[in-house]
Every structure is written in structure tokens, then in C-alpha cells.
């Protein structure tokens, strides 16, 4: 069984692998035997993030808002014949802030960095030259509130809600390619990221949150165990869908 779930001989490309989930994201593909393309912001975080990797990887410096710069990264993969045979999304920023103080001004920069850049870099691996024979496969890290409601999280919803949306378009046209596309929505999970909310400011706000999952607070590896079974080969009938990994926090 254990031969099932694994990524030898695979090249996994991990966004926002310098911290948090997608860090571990890395850290775990490569214990499951993937080659490891890690893509983020910061070189010295990279750098932590491949030290710490059990098989092979390269870090790439990319701001994904930047399209002239993802272009010029991954026209250099594409010329070095490198062919991809997972992606996990995991880059994205999160906001918390009520209805009467939303602008334009103030969405704009969740839904690029949490949806365009996404698509955008989809995309390129979507590319024929990057798609393995036998397909690929997407994983694009929706949320709890691309599902459910939170008050505060009107924003930060829309984006998740919307690359939750989009994977399942995406999924149905790139069948034929033999590509794959899933999301996976966590719940709260012990990140630097989430470890900077609002709900962590005090003691009283962090136990409300925890309250409302039932097995408590997940651990970045939660995470990215499940996308490692949407990108290994026991998933290959598996497109389209939405797997929760919310200690419960749907269920109430």
C-alpha cells in the first residue's frame, strides 16, 4: 500500500513553499519521493524550505503577480524540457475586515494574488510541453470559507470561493489532456500566517476559533498529506472535487 502513495520519479511545482503549508507541502512531497520545484518570494526562506527537503529540489524566486517575471521562469523550465507532473497552489494571503470598510482598492490584491496569479500560472503548466504523457495533476488550496460564512471574511471568501469555482471549469476542459484539477479546503491552520490573525491577538478570540473544529487546530502536514493523495497515481479517477480538511469545522 505504501508503494500506492508515493511521488517517485515526479516533479511536483509547490507556490508559497517558503513558509506555512506550502513549506510543508515541499518538505512532504519530497519525503513521498517527488523532485521538487519550490516557488516563492523569498530566497532565504527557499533556501530553509530545500534544506530541509529529502530528495532533490530547486527554489525559484518568483512574485506570481508578476507575470513578466513567471513568464521568464517558466519559459527557462520549458527550454530545459522540464515536464510537470503536479502542482499545488498554495500561495495566498488572507484579510479580515467588515462589509462597511470594503473598497475596490482593498480587493483587488487578495483576488490577484489568491485567483489570477493562480490561473495564470495554470495556465503555463498546463502547456503541452510541461504535461507528462500519462497527465498531470492540480491541487489549488481553496478554504472553509470558499464553502461557509464568517463574518469579516466577505473578501477573503470571494477569492477562495472563486478558485473553487474556476477548478471545477478547469477540471472538465482539461480532462482531455489528461490533467487532473482538485481543490482542498482547510479549515485554521497553526501557520505564521494564521499565527498574525486577528483571532490570535488574545486568548478568548483563539479559543472561540478553535472551538469550531471539532478536532481542534490543524498542522500544516494534515494539508499537505492530502494533496499528496490528489497528485499520486491512486487518485487517477479523481477531478473536479473539493476535499475538506477542516478537523470538522464543516460538519456543525
Known amino acids: ?26 518538505i512532504e512531497c519530497s519525503r513521498a519521493g517527488a523532485t521538487v ?20 529540489g530547486r527554489y525559484f524566486s518568483v512574485d506570481l503577480n508578476d507575470t513578466e517575471t513567471v513568464d521568464q521562469t517558466m519559459k527557462s523550465l520549458e527550454e530545459e524540457g522540464t515536464t510537470i507532473d503536479g502542482v499545488i497552489f498554495s500561495a495566498g494571503i ?3 475586515l467588515p462589509l462597511r470598510m470594503i473598497t475596490p482598492d482593498k480587493i483587488q490584491p487578495i483576488f490577484d494574488t489568491n485567483v489570477s496569479s493562480a490561473i495564470y500560472l ?5 502547456r503541452k510541453k510541461f504535461v507528462p504523457k500519462n497527465g498531470s ?24 470561493g472563486a478558485i473553487l469555482a474556476a477548478s471545477r471549469s478547469m477540471a472538465v476542459e482539461l480532462a482531455s489532456k489528461k490533467i487532473r484539477v482538485n481543490c482542498i479546503s482547510p479549515g485554521v491552520v497553526e501557520t505564521p500566517m494564521s499565527d498574525g ?14 472551538d469550531l473544529h471539532p478536532l481542534g487546530l490543524g498542522d500544516p502536514e494534515d494539508v ?14 479523481v477531478t473536479g472535487t473539493n476535499l475538506f480538511v477542516d478537523g470538522g469545522y464543516t460538519a456543525k
Open 37 to 56: 520545484l519550490a516557488f516563492g518570494r523569498n530566497e532565504d526562506r527557499l533556501q530553509e524550505t530545500l534544506d530541509k527537503l529529502h530528495t532533490r
Open 1 to 26: 500500500m505504501a508503494d500506492k502513495f508515493n511521488l517517485k520519479e515526479k516533479t511536483i511545482l509547490i507556490t508559497g513553499a517558503s513558509s506555512g503549508i506550502g513549506r510543508s507541502c515541499a
Open 137 to 160: 495533476s492540480l491541487v489549488f488550496l481553496s478554504s472553509v470559507m470558499g464553502s461557509v460564512g464568517e463574518s469579516g471574511k466577505t473578501i477573503y471568501s470571494l477569492s477562495k
Open 197 to 210: 490573525a486577528v483571532y490570535s491577538r488574545n486568548e478568548e478570540a483563539r479559543k472561540k476559533i478553535e
Open 122 to 126: 495554470a495556465k503555463w503548466v498546463t
Open 94 to 96: 488572507s484579510t479580515t
Open 224 to 237: 499537505a498529506n492530502a494533496a499528496i493523495y490528489l497528485l499520486c497515481d491512486v487518485a487517477k479517477w
